[in-house]
């Protein structure tokens, strides 16, 4: 009923910003903060034992140099070398714990933070209007919700703690370089700054593909939606062909972006390496020449080769987690924009609560105005009273503003000005969910979800006995078709089973029947049925409505020939109301509609 403007306008991409997604990605995990302060404690102390370890390597360098000849008289003191033996494999040992503590521990807050995003965002598609569902694309929304969660999840558990850990020991390793040796620290840590400059180069240039991949693969996800969801309808009209090239066009952007994502984020390796082996060669050279003028020892440079691995080995690691990053920076923004979008108006200062037992059943529109857009009025000026009891039947041409009305009665939409009132008591006064339970639906549009056929049926209501259940469905004319199921009620039925759309809708006029509430609204509901079946329905709609205030939106006029009102509505205003029989005295438009049905 209000999915007619889907996909109107279209997703609004803003600017890629990588610092900004990142800064936001950190402020989010401030409620994981003690973890993550943790992780980074379990990080450092894993980076001290790391960067301790080559300090004794020079010792035990120097004492095997001993028994080599570079020393002449001084022998190898072997428990000196136990000693440091035993010390480093300790030392290594609890760093290589440390170090998957710290793994583990990150890995859990990547988790548990992907996991409170899914659940913000569960509840956030309940706090958003239906003006958002209408103009933006179903499948880019579930491309938001599912695929760009994941993406975001997926690159923090496997760069988080690559980051916290690679920096840690980088910033230690810096400082242990500068206590050793400042002139070979100079030059180890200079080569690697080139390597920075590249990176951050590279970052830079590849950051608005990760965006474009993710913003075309929503548009790809769309398509593919939009095609599934009509599929029968592609094949009656032979629009494969056609279908087919639009995705073949749609998936060539997400493969070229994609493509130069991967080509420039994966320059970032090569260009590490590259300067991981200048560092060595610059070190090799420098510590040659300080050797040479006996200022340092052997043992130095063999401990310096060392702390220049574990110093180039991080940057390697950090262009490959800042390439992950960038996809969580990309996935990030479309994430958070959902999450950010415009809620509806709160409902806090609604202190008036509706007992639905003790409403009368009187609704009236009083100077109503409201358009889906701003600048554009659909209904002008509506205004009517429906009495508690009465069938109110709407009518009029295709966008007169039916469903609208509808729409506004549900609260669906708030009005542009004018005011809605049941039983006196403005709908502005009453929460959305009040107004909801008072309404029965039963929509032109069915839906049926995964489940038997008798969740299908009692939908979101307990204490609904089988009996209860098999009583309505012969009342609707639904029981042969569920004794022909193989499990009856319990039979799992899903949306894309062969069953037919006269069924589906036979199920959603149960599930209205099963919803006792004081207002009805039939939107269509006998479109899908045939005439005979349609006769059988509308006998039940009449059981249905004995008692209830009833709104009805019909095309076939003959359904409606019965109602205490009709509303004859045309461009968003009421221009004739009576019953069928007055309306047809006044031979003027409804007489109109209701004989252009009937001419041969």
């Avoid at 790391?50 to 004492?63: M, S, V």
């Avoid at 009805?520 to 709609?541: G, P, W």
Wanted: charged share 20%; hydrophobic share 45%.
């Amino acid at each position: 009923m209000f999915n007619g403007r889907g996909g109107r306008g279209g997703t609004q991409e803003k600017s890629s910003n990588f610092g900004a997604a990142i800064k936001r990605i950190l402020a989010e995990l401030r409620g994981l903060k003690i973890l993550v302060i943790l992780g980074i404690l379990l990080a450092v102390g894993g980076s001290v034992l790391t960067i301790i370890a080559p300090g004794y390597i020079a010792d035990l360098a120097d004492e095997i140099a001993k028994g080599l000849g570079f020393m002449p008289g001084i022998d190898i003191n072997f428990d000196t070398v136990q000693g440091i033996l035993i010390l480093m494999v300790i030392l290594y040992a609890s760093a290589a714990i440390l170090e998957l503590s710290e793994g583990l521990m990150m890995s859990h807050v990547a988790n548990v933070f992907a996991r409170d995003l899914r659940e913000r965002i569960s509840k956030k598609i309940n706090r958003l209007p239906l003006r958002y569902f209408d103009n933006n694309q179903t499948g880019d929304i579930l491309s938001r919700v599912t695929n760009d969660v994941d993406t975001v999840a997926t690159s923090l558990n496997t760069s988080l703690s690559t980051i916290v850990s690679e920096i840690a020991l980088m910033l230690g390793v810096a400082l242990m370089m500068f206590i050793t040796n400042w002139t070979m620290a100079l030059v180890a840590v200079g080569a690697s700054l080139i390597g920075f400059m590249g990176m951050g180069a590279m970052l830079k240039r590849s950051q608005k593909y990760f965006e474009m991949r993710q913003k075309e693969l929503g548009k790809l996800n769309a398509h593919i939606e939009e095609i599934y969801s009509g599929l029968e309808v592609v094949k009656a009209y032979n629009g494969k062909a056609e279908s087919d090239k639009k995705f073949d066009r749609l998936n060539k952007r997400v493969y070229i972006a994609n493509q130069r994502s991967q080509f420039l984020s994966g320059l970032m390796h090569p260009i590490m390496a590259f300067i991981g082996n200048f560092g060595y060669v610059a070190v090799c050279i420098t510590g040659a020449l300080l050797t040479t003028n006996n200022v340092i020892s052997f043992g130095v440079i063999v401990a310096f080769i060392s702390y220049v691995r574990l110093f180039t080995s991080p940057l390697s690691r950090i262009a490959q987690s800042a390439t992950s990053l960038q996809s969580a920076a990309a996935a990030s923004e479309r994430v958070f924009e959902f999450i950010d979008e415009k809620e509806m108006s709160k409902q806090d200062h609604i202190a008036h609560r509706i007992d639905k037992d003790a409403i009368r059943g009187d609704i009236e529109f009083e100077n109503v105005k409201f358009g889906y857009d701003d600048n554009k009025l659909i209904i002008k000026n509506f205004s009517a009273k429906a009495k508690a009891g009465q069938k109110i039947a709407i009518v009029g041409p295709t966008g007169a503003g039916k469903t609208t009305i509808v729409n506004l009665l549900m609260k669906f939409y708030d009005v542009k000005s004018g005011e809605i009132r049941i039983d006196g008591i403005p709908t502005s006064e009453m929460t959305r969910e009040d107004v909801h339970s008072l309404f029965t639906m039963v929509l032109q549009d069915t839906w049926v979800f995964a489940g038997s056929v008798r969740d299908n049926i009692v939908y979101n209501r307990r204490g609904i006995s089988d009996d209860k259940v098999m009583k309505i469905c012969e009342t609707v004319g639904l029981s042969h078709f569920i004794k022909t199921l193989p499990n009856g009620l319990a039979t799992d039925i899903t949306e894309s089973d062969s069953i037919s759309a006269g069924q589906k809708q036979l199920l959603t006029i149960a599930r209205g029947m099963v919803e006792d509430a004081p207002f009805l609204i039939l939107d269509e509901a006998t479109s899908n049925v045939d005439t005979r079946t349609e006769e059988f329905v509308q006998k039940a709609m009449d059981k249905l409505m004995q008692g209830r205030t009833s709104f009805i939106i019909a095309h076939r006029l003959s359904t409606i020939k019965n109602a205490d009102l009709i509303l004859v509505m045309n461009e968003g205003d009421i221009i004739e109301t009576g019953n069928h029989n007055e309306l047809m005295k006044k031979n003027g438009f409804y007489a109109e509609l209701y004989n252009s049905q009937f001419a041969l």
